[in-house]
Each structure stands twice: as C-alpha cells, then as structure tokens.
C-alpha cells in the first residue's frame, strides 16, 4: 500500500453566533485544517447540535493561529473576530478594537453566559464545547 506523503490533516471546531437572530440556531462548525505547523480556519457552516454531536465536532480540539484567504467568516454573521472563553467554548467578536491599541472591552459568552474582558492572544486553543 502507498503511503501518502501530503496527507491533508483536518478537522471541525463549534462556535456559536450570540449574533444570530435565534439562540436556538446560532452553533457553526469552522473547519480547520493544518498548514505546516499551523492550524488555520479554512471554512465555516452551519449546524445544528445533535448533528454537531453524531459527528463527534464536540470534541475537537486545536490552537488556531490564523484564516486561508478563502475562510467567509462565520455564517451568521460575516465576522472574522472570534474569542475564546475560559469555558473552552469559542464565539464570534464583531468589535473593531486592534490589539495594538489595546483598548479593553467585555464580551459575554453564549457557552455558559460568563462576562469577561478580552484578552488578545496570538493563537486560539480551541475545543468543540460541551453543549
């Protein structure tokens, strides 16, 4: 049997829009795929959880550094941004704040309703999310 040597390695993260119009439909699976050494977002669909569940994307893990050219952002809301909580459940950031002004702002997580400031971070260590 022939071995391959560029093997493609990915895998799916869930993220949840606090953006989209229903609470009820707001989980998405951003796919991620790993280039060199680096795990980036390459694209993102919406899904619901009991399927999220049956394909085991809850329990993917990852520290994402970055996006491809072709990642469309999160389908709900178009945003790039993402932040992570300390829950390990990850969602999308519409605020327009650069980490070289280090403006402080607070976020609400979707995963387990926690209030918490922003911290910039240069890669994201991600996990599915325990619905």
């Excluded at 493609?8 to 707001?26: D, F, H, M, R, W």
């Excluded at 951003?30 to 049956?54: C, L, N, P, V, Y």
């Excluded at 605020?95 to 994201?124: I, Q, R």
Aim: net charge positive; with cysteine.
């Amino acid at each position: 049997m022939k071995e391959y040597k560029n093997k493609i390695q990915a895998k799916v993260i869930l993220a949840k829009c606090p953006y989209a119009k229903s609470e009820g439909e707001n989980l998405f699976g951003m796919r991620i795929q790993k280039f060199g050494s680096e795990w980036k977002r390459t694209w993102a669909f919406k899904i619901d959880a009991t399927k999220a569940r049956h394909e085991g994307y809850d329990a993917a893990t990852a520290s994402v550094s970055g996006d491809t050219e072709e990642y469309p952002g999160c389908p709900y809301c178009g945003t790039m941004g993402l932040v992570s909580c300390s829950c390990g459940g990850c969602f999308c950031d519409k605020t327009e704040v650069k980490k070289s002004n280090h403006k402080k702002y607070k976020v609400t997580c979707p995963w387990c309703g926690e209030t918490s400031e922003v911290v910039f971070v240069d890669a994201l260590n991600l996990r599915g999310g325990g619905y």
